[in-house]
């Protein structure tokens, strides 16, 4: 037999369990009672609320779009952001998922109705026809029953339903966990839903709204009509997402809140900032009291405060006291002295700062939530490593946001008969350190990791800098074309304007080049004769721009109405390209659009001759430059005789 060291033959005392303290006898009994005080804490303590906040927010990172092609992954992943506004709904999840341990989704295709007379079978838009005043609208016995515009019968009329397609109407429902029941079955582990239909839509509904009838099911109508006002989900549309526990306690299907756990530590910081309301109230500003300062001596002859009654003094500080109010920079004066006490004003003695600095921290801790990553104080030392213990522990967090994404991108592919895509949250990558992404960014340079894997650790997008790399050197490569041709442009236009100069060819002479070409030479300062010659035999006598155009669209088109082959066509753009090179710019342009007129692919041919010819002067006007700036440095320049 042991004997108890605490009981003795006199006195027997008792130690209560330390785990046995008043507070945990209110913790909540039942789920019902957890969801209530969980969210009544979330929306009562800020603090709660604001560290919450900040971890949900820290694992929502950018949604990526897997095992489809880079131009479908973007517009998915557009769509998600600008129609479903996906990160948004990601953050309202987590919070959920924090605060109740449970969230219920689903993604809802709206539906609309149409209705058809029985009479003349004339069908229609139920919402718009119904809005129509004239077409006396009514919904008796949770009927539909109009007007027919056609043949006036006024009856009841057939519903049909038809699911919405446009991607404009999608919406994803978190189900209210107060509406929602679980039948649970704890062999198979499979879950029914039981949705209990609120208040106010029933209202709505029994009242007669147009929207509300158009766009509720009729399951939800006939359950509201018998009188239930309950409906079973389908098991298929509903993803149940939840925080799991220990297996002894018999949670029947449901999560459980990770904030319970802080029970006792948040009624702690309520008792606390209860007690700080009341301290604000009495003992943070004092009292101040003026009274007439008490006499060490007997009185004199002539003393105010002999002679003044008590209800004069204090009529005369109430006065002073308003006027000091009105204007605290005044001068004031009493005739007796005045001696001034403040009492209060001992808050900080009574309830110390660290010891409701102290409770925050342990609740914020209890969440596992470091309180450097929740004040923003993180150090660049310290940031990986803390940082890495905060995803290791909310990893699940993760993984529930990548569960709902995997649903919602079955659900968006099936209805909208996409191809097969996946959807995931991209890992955190706030813990990389310079060095890791320094490493990150070698190996892709390297190729032994992919360039989006590189510059993703920089917060760059591989595809999107890709597309920018390209569309700058598009842009770039225009602009220099655009230079090139105006520059040769502006050099023919000023060389054959020039008159032509019998026997005074320079190796530079862009107009001898041109003339060498259209007569056969090798162009320079020997072209001039065999250019000129050639250029008489083909023009002859001059003649105007017109009549070359059309003798040449004649010549082409006289020969018996036989097809002319490309072949020919071509030698004749050639011939007739020559030919306009020689003319002022002004008749050229007007020559070429007379050309337009006449023969479009004749146009097309002679335009690409001309071009062509542009280019092989403009090139040997360059050669012949680099040739003679080398002459140049060699020493050897070719000077006129």
């Known amino acids: ?53 900040r971890l949900v927010s820290y694992f929502i990172t950018d949604v990526e ?33 924090l605060t109740y341990g449970n969230v219920f989704i689903s993604v809802h295709f709206p539906i609309e109705k149409n209705v058809i007379c029985p009479n003349c079978h004339f ?9 129509d005043p004239e077409n006396e609208f009514e919904f008796q016995d949770f009927k539909i029953k109009l007007k027919c515009r056609r043949c006036n019968y006024k009856g009841f009329w057939e519903v049909v339903e038809k699911q919405v397609t446009s991607e404009e109407n999608v919406t994803i429902i978190r189900w209210n966990i107060h509406d929602i029941e679980i039948i649970h079955e704890p062999l198979s582990g499979t879950t029914d839903f039981i949705w209990t239909i609120p208040g106010e839509l029933k209202d709505q509904i029994q009242k007669g709204s147009i929207s509300h009838i158009n766009r ?22 509903v993803l149940h997402l939840k925080e799991d526990n220990l297996c002894g306690i018999r949670l029947n299907g449901w999560g459980l809140s990770p904030i319970i756990s802080c029970f006792s530590q948040t009624w702690l910081v309520e008792s606390l900032r209860r007690a ?17 300062q008490a006499r060490q001596a007997p009185g004199v002859f002539g003393d105010a405060a002999l002679s003044l009654g008590l209800d004069v003094v204090e009529e005369r500080l109430r006065q002073i006291i308003q006027d000091w109010r009105r204007n605290p920079y005044g001068w004031y ?96 990558t706030h813990i990389d350190d310079l060095n890791r992404q320094m490493a990150r960014l070698q190996l892709a340079m390297s190729g032994a990791v992919s360039m989006t894997t590189g510059l993703k650790a920089l917060g760059l997008d591989y595809a999107e800098e890709l597309r920018k790399q390209i569309a700058e050197q598009k842009m770039q490569a225009l602009e220099y074309q655009k230079l090139q041709d105006e520059m040769s442009e502006a050099g023919l236009k000023y060389q054959l304007a020039q008159p032509v100069q019998q026997g005074q060819g320079g190796e530079g002479d862009l107009l001898g080049m041109l003339m060498g070409m259209m007569g056969g030479g090798g162009g320079g300062g020997g ?17 105007s721009p017109m009549t070359i155009i059309d003798q040449f669209v004649a010549q082409i088109s006289g020969k018996g109405g036989e097809p002319v082959s490309l072949d ?74």
């Open 333 to 428: 004066t009493a005739p007796f002295p005045i001696m001034y006490t403040p009492l209060g004003g001992e808050a900080n003695r009574i309830l110390p700062s660290q010891i409701i600095e102290q409770a925050n921290l342990d609740l914020i801790n209890g969440l596992n939530i470091p309180m450097e990553f929740f004040r923003g104080t993180l150090s660049v030392q310290g940031a990986p490593f803390a940082l890495r213990i905060l995803e290791g522990i909310w990893s699940r967090l993760l993984k529930v946001y990548n569960r709902f994404l995997s649903f919602l991108a079955g659900k968006l592919s099936l209805h909208f008969r996409w191809d097969a895509f996946k959807l995931r949250m991209a890992k955190p």
């Open 65 to 97: 779009v897997l095992d489809v092609e880079m131009d479908e992954a973007e517009k998915i992943k557009q769509y998600l952001y600008d129609k479903l506004a996906i990160d948004t709904v990601l953050f309202s999840i987590g919070m959920d998922y």
């Open 216 to 237: 509720a099911p009729s399951d939800i109508i006939e359950a509201i009509k018998s009188g239930i006002g309950k409906i079973k989900l389908d098991r298929e549309n």
């Open 1 to 53: 037999m042991t004997l108890d060291p605490l009981v003795s033959s006199a006195l027997t005392f008792y130690i209560p369990a330390p785990w046995h303290d008043p507070i945990k006898r209110l913790s909540p009994r039942s789920i019902r009672d957890v969801f209530y005080w969980c969210e009544h804490v979330v929306l009562s303590n800020q603090l709660l609320n604001a560290a919450l906040q």
């Open 568 to 641: 020919e066509l071509k030698q004749a753009a050639q011939q007739l390209a020559q030919q306009l090179l020689a003319m002022h710019p002004s008749e050229r342009k007007s020559a070429m659009l007379r050309l337009k007129q006449k023969h479009d692919v004749l146009h097309a041919l002679t335009k690409q001759a001309i071009e062509e010819l542009y280019q092989q002067a403009s090139l040997q006007a360059r050669v012949q430059a680099q040739q003679q700036a080398q002459q140049q440095q060699a020493g050897q320049v070719n000077l006129p005789i």
């Open 123 to 131: 069908g229609t838009a139920f919402e718009p026809y119904a809005s």
């Open 276 to 292: 700080l309301q009341a301290l604000a109230l009495d003992y943070i500003v004092p009292i101040r009291i003026l009274s007439p």
């Open 527 to 543: 072209a001039e004769a065999g250019g000129g010659a050639a250029m008489a035999g083909m023009m002859g006598a001059p003649q």
